[in-house]
């Protein structure tokens, strides 16, 4: 992997190939300025090559001279090959951090061949595959019926006993065999729960085409992967916004939606057309039948799960709060109006409880932690906090009502993770100047969940935060200004912004941060505490979520939002619950561990937890009331804090 | 049973009460007048009541003093009670027949009660029932989901585990459940072969209201029961022609018929039609909701059911005859559009061969079959005459091309068994004039098998029918009459059919009847053989069928189409197929074991048997080559051959 060197710090820091340069300072420490977030209009970031090269974009906010002499603006810039580039005075914010160099990597996302070491790969098959039967034409002498003969290949050839044909499959059957001079392809599930069932045959040898689809239904975004199970590559993917989004942002607006007259059909009716075009787009680009789809795979909380099998989540919003299954029986697509042939079948991952979904059960599928010895610690950040320890032998979880702050809600200028959203802020010790980055590289409109931590934990470490939320009255910046709501660190200037007005982050915005990162804090230690254990035992934690791509360990730490364990121990699963969808596709074993680690998985209920609010209100501090579980956050603290210019 | 006395033979019969006194003193051997078939026309079967009564219809053919003096028309009263009549000279044919008194039974029609004694009441429920849950609602401290608090009742309750339930029902539940206040109904399927499902739920208790449909599909006819599951009683039942006889009488041509473009369409279209408006009809008189059926339980040979599930039967027609599938999986009633509600579910009782269905399998379960120690012959004759031979052991079979005789087809004035089709005859052995019953007591329109075995038998006891199934040439009889195609035997004068038009008995006819029985006879002869018993082993023969009602052993026998077996061996069973649909509706355990029989006989293609052609050609002379076979049927002949008025 690359790496960049600054000078004249002599920073260094390895990144992807591709990566934005000036994400790259950011992830360095290296303090830039850059105000537009990356879109190439604030025309601040400016750096020089001094050794390699970088690919750049022409800008007019160079001269051709200053582009002659090696000057590139860092966010149009990216990363190839090593390379050092310097930083000039005015691309600085204000005084060079003291901090000293930095040798950090980018968070570790778990590549496919990690995730292969962590999930085995045992000698299973798909749970619903394409299956090839050479069958011997039926003669006098041996002229058993049609139904009989496949099941009796499917026994010989590929051992799947006992297996149930389908009345619409034994309708294709007798031509398919003809057709195909009794060499057919049966679409066979093994579906671990319950009996083998073939749902489909088609004429001749079609087993190079067979393909699956996993989904990870979110309630603001939906992804999936179409999935070829020869080789089982993505041949294409695609992701959209839940268009459930028009019934409201969170899952309780939804389930308020669904309980009204016509409102289930209306949600379910959305959801499915959500995935209908995606699909349908994700076949076009790779040129795949919907005949072809042998199986669709399914991940998601709990109450898109009901609404995407229009079952009822009404009494999940209430008082004892039970949804109506955990487990779901295997269907057909059609069932559900989705593309695929009248054979596809459609697994649904279970959900152990109202608020610990079938996502979190595909992504701990995905991070391996049912094979597993090491003491997991699993973290998945949203609306709620769902959280879960354990290892192989076994797991307990809670979901923390961690509120919507990191995904915009209640944040002033809070937003999506979506294009224009600030997802990367560093702040000038001495000056509290902010350098941002934007999704898409665009002029920022709001701040999304990692940035918001990134701005309160920058404001944190340097002093301009108190442990209590609160800012310093004392200090002398542009940036901390008296608003209508009190004191606003300002991020963007209105002339700055793509919206045209100022982006801030208020005091009621920490507040909403601190009681969200305190339910996070607090489930991780109810959990510890049930069993006993001592965080320091935790061996590895897994961020799962997009959320995690940028999280900055150090500042998500800083705020004590997770526990000050190294960082080396933490690894970043990206979307887990796709993940852990396809991975059930491809294998039997995987789905049957995968139903298992539902059935297993201890739920705690926080709300009747007798230690859970001692330990939330113990959490509403940065980092914590005890300073004890941050001696290396406080040290850090400590050193910035000098840089701070007071009045 | 009242016991009717004929003078002044003083000849007498028990018969059911409501008999007819015509039909009894057919079944007495009595010789009456009687040319109208019953239908009151003809005025000759007077008889006089001397002891005790009879139900009468007054009419015109009496006067009015003869009706003071006890005349009555036998075809016109019915027996309830003990009785003595007398049976003047005019009523009789000719002189009376010398042989003694008789004091046969009707056939054996097994009773309920019978059956019950038959097939084990083991302590089993339904295979699908209404379930009654009543569940603890759920608190903070019991929150687990709907789901799953109805599968821990199900289990404790009512020993069902790890129970599926279905999409539609998970979308029934929570409303079922809370409207009910968690006391639910559930449709709960233990189908034996695959795991237990629940299909569905109703609030609340509504387990009084459980029905289920027994359907027998027949080539010709179709016949339902539905049964109260809670009493077993049958509520309401109804027959039907099977509106697929608009395509053709037998199955081959209903075969030919799907196999052209949109036929299997048509066929399924039709025959669903027919059950659709049968099952409503039912469910009308009986005031039932088509909600309140939980399943149907279905029997029929192998290409009804092929038709009624929309399979081709294609293939059963030509070499090498091989049918989709013997097993079918349970489905849902609505996948075939019948009555019912979402939950109703279909089972189809297995066809082991092409020519051996679901009929068949549900009769010899009817008949008691899988449970008993006794060798049984289980014949079933329709246009194929399916012959079965085993115990609880094992079982053999075969299906024999008996052609279409027996329901008309092939015979100059055949027909099926409607009103009108002469059912029973008796011939004097003088006159060759002959007795005559009609189906429904109406004037004859032509003859269907029962009337045909009859009237062969008696001509050929009387010796005006050679061994070798030619009319003797020298008789002098006014019956026995030469026509466009050689000899035959005039049964209905032109005045007295229903047609206008003579109805008679051609050599042609009773060629096709020889080829008929001589298929059933060697048919039963290899299979004995296959096993090398002798048929003097056979400990009970079953005769299934409505065809069964009216058949005179003692005739059936002479004919040679069954063995010599002592009358007290043979029972007859009716509609076996529906009866045994009604038991498998009725126990899970009578259902598996019709799987298992159904999996376990053993079925012989008499097409390609070395030693079927031999027994067949040996059986093709009345009542066999071998005379030795027929001792006592060769011992009457020889006494009623003395009455014959040679010329």
Redesign the interface.
């Known amino acids: 992997m690359p790496k960049v060197t600054f000078t004249p710090d002599g920073t260094a820091v390895t990144v992807a190939p591709g990566e934005n340069l000036l994400r790259a300072a950011m992830l360095a420490d290296v303090a830039v300025s850059a105000s537009c977030g990356g879109d190439g209009t604030c025309g601040k970031c400016r750096m020089v090559v001094e050794q390699g090269t970088v690919d750049t974009t022409v800008t007019a906010k160079l001269t051709a001279e200053e582009i002659e002499r090696g000057y590139v603006l860092a966010c149009l810039s990216t990363v190839t090959d090593d390379v050092t580039v310097h930083v000039p005075l005015e691309s600085r914010p204000g005084k060079a951090p003291v901090r000293g160099g930095s040798s950090r990597q980018p968070n570790v996302v778990l590549s496919p061949e990690d995730r292969a070491v962590r999930v085995p790969r045992q000698a299973s098959p798909p749970p619903v595959a394409k299956r090839l039967l050479r069958m011997n034409a ?11 003969r496949v099941k009796q290949t499917l026994k010989r050839v590929h051992g799947i006993r006992e297996a ?4 619409p499959a ?2 294709e ?3 398919a065999a ?1 057709d195909g001079e009794w060499v057919v392809t049966a679409f066979a599930a093994e579906p671990c ?3 083998p069932i073939v749902s489909g045959f088609q004429a001749g040898d079609t087993t190079s085409r067979q393909y699956a689809v996993a989904v990870d239904v979110g309630t603001t975004t939906v992804e999936i992967a179409l999935i070829d199970l020869n080789s089982g590559e993505v041949v294409a993917s695609g992701n959209e916004y839940n268009s459930q989004v028009a019934r409201g942002d969170d899952v309780i607006s939804r389930v308020i939606a669904a309980s009204k007259p016509g409102g289930l059909d209306d949600l379910n009716t959305l959801i499915v057309g959500t995935l209908r075009d995606l699909v349908e787009g994700a076949l076009a680009r790779a040129d795949v039948s919907a005949e072809d789809i042998v199986s669709y795979y399914v991940a998601g909380n709990t109450v898109m799960t009901h609404l995407l ?4 989540p ?2 999940i919003r209430t ?11 295997w ?1 057909r697509a059609a ?1 559900l109006g989705l593309p695929g042939g009248r054979a596809t079948r459609l697994y649904v991952t279970p959900c152990p409880a ?1 608020w610990l979904g079938g996502d979190i059960v595909a992504g701990l599928v995905a991070a391996g932690v049912p094979w597993t010895e090491k003491l997991t610690l699993f973290i998945d950040v949203g609306t709620n906090g769902e959280i879960v320890l354990g290892n192989s032998e076994w797991l307990v979880s809670c979901s923390c009502s961690a509120g919507p702050a990191f995904e915009g809600g209640g944040i002033l200028h809070g937003m999506r993770a979506a294009d224009g959203a600030i997802e990367q802020v560093r702040i000038d010790d001495a000056t509290l100047v902010p350098t941002i980055m934007t999704i898409g590289g665009v002029k920022p409109i709001g701040i999304c969940g990692s940035g918001l931590i990134d701005c309160a934990a920058e404001l944190f470490m340097c002093g301009a935060l108190g442990r209590d939320g609160k800012f310093r009255t004392d200090l002398d910046s542009a940036h901390l200004v008296q608003g209508e709501r009190g004191l606003e660190y300002l991020l963007v200037a209105a002339e700055e912004s793509g919206t045209g007005r100022r982006i801030v982050l208020t005091e009621v915005d920490v507040e909403n941060l601190m009681r969200a990162k305190a339910a996070i804090f607090s489930g991780i230690s109810v959990l510890a505490e049930s069993l006993d254990l001592s965080l320091d035992a935790v061996e590895e934690v897994v961020i799962a979520g997009g959320f995690g791509h940028y999280l900055d360990l150090e500042r998500v730490t800083a705020l004590g939002m997770v526990p000050e364990i190294a960082p080396e121990r933490f690894v970043f699963l990206g979307n887990g619950s796709l993940l852990g969808a396809k991975l059930v596709a491809g294998s039997r074993e995987v789905l049957r561990t995968a139903r298992h680690t539902a059935e297993t998985i201890t739920y705690l ?1 926080l ?2 937890n007798a230690g859970f609010m001692d330990h939330y209100s113990s959490a509403l501090f940065f980092p914590h009331t005890d300073l004890s579980l941050f001696p290396t956050t406080e040290k850090l603290r400590k050193q910035r804090f000098t840089n701070l210019a007071v009045i």
Chains 1, 2 share one sequence.
């Not at 039926?138 to 139904?147: C, F, K, R, V, Y």
């Not at 008082?319 to 029986?329: M, R, T």
């Open positions: 039926p003669d006098l002498t041996d002229n058993i019926n049609d139904a009989s149930t044909i389908s009345l034994l309708r059957l007798p031509q003809r729960d319950t009996m099998l229009k079952i009822s009404e009494f008082s004892p709060y039970v949804p109506v299954a955990s487990e779901f029986p269907m069932q109202s209920e709300s009747v």
